[in-house]
């Protein structure tokens, strides 16, 4: 496990980007390497803004999985595109309230061994933000376990703001 900031995550774009690929291309995902594209994009602007953490998982140097996210801030729109009510006591979003765990993978072959648990936990440990929020895609049964297991509760759901985008379930966790 390792500990990535913005500048070293740069130089390693090209690695997650092909992991995103290959991960997300399996089902319950299918999506096309217009989506790795779109990650990389993504990719570059989160590793810029404020609380950006990333975490890698390694062996014998090759990348075999990782996850990252970022603080929110009242400009950043995670609050939109719901498509199911949820109370402004949890939109609300005053500077340094919330981190955002934009990604969490693990490739297939290195799963059921914790390791998702591990990033993960490196991530959140000694945030200075009060919750943290991510999405997981409901048919990602795997996930969505995993998530509930390790104390996150679905507080609604959103669409992504791209055409033929999937619907998300919407997680919060108080850290």
């Known amino acids: ?19 995103y690929g290959e991960i997300f291309a399996g089902a319950p ?8 594209e779109l990650f990389e994009r993504r990719f570059e602007t989160h590793r810029q803004q404020a609380g950006f953490a990333l975490v890698e998982a390694r ?21 939109q595109n719901l498509i199911t009510s949820i109370p402004p006591e949890i939109t609300d979003e005053p500077p340094g309230r919330t981190w955002a765990l934009t990604e969490l993978m693990i490739g297939e072959r290195w799963r059921r061994l914790h390791l998702a648990e591990a990033v993960h936990d ?12 991510t999405t997981v895609l409901p048919a ?3 996930a969505q376990a995993a998530m509930l297991k390790w104390g996150w509760e679905k507080v609604g759901q959103k669409r992504n703001p791209l055409p033929g985008a999937p ?7 108080t850290l």
């Not at 995902?29 to 790795?36: F, K, R, T, V």
């Not at 490196?122 to 929020?133: G, I, K, N, Q, V």
């Open 29 to 36: 995902y299918s999506w096309g390497p217009e989506y790795a």
């Open 122 to 133: 490196r991530l959140l440990a000694d945030r200075p933000e009060e919750r943290a929020t």
């Open 1 to 19: 496990m390792h500990h990535a900031d913005g500048d070293e995550a740069a130089r390693r774009i090209d690695e997650y980007r092909d992991l």
């Open 140 to 142: 990602a049964t795997a």
């Open 59 to 79: 062996t014998t140097g090759t990348l075999i999985g990782f996850g990252y996210g970022i603080s929110l801030s009242p400009a950043i729109p995670w609050w």
């Open 167 to 173: 619907i998300f379930d919407v997680l919060v966790k």
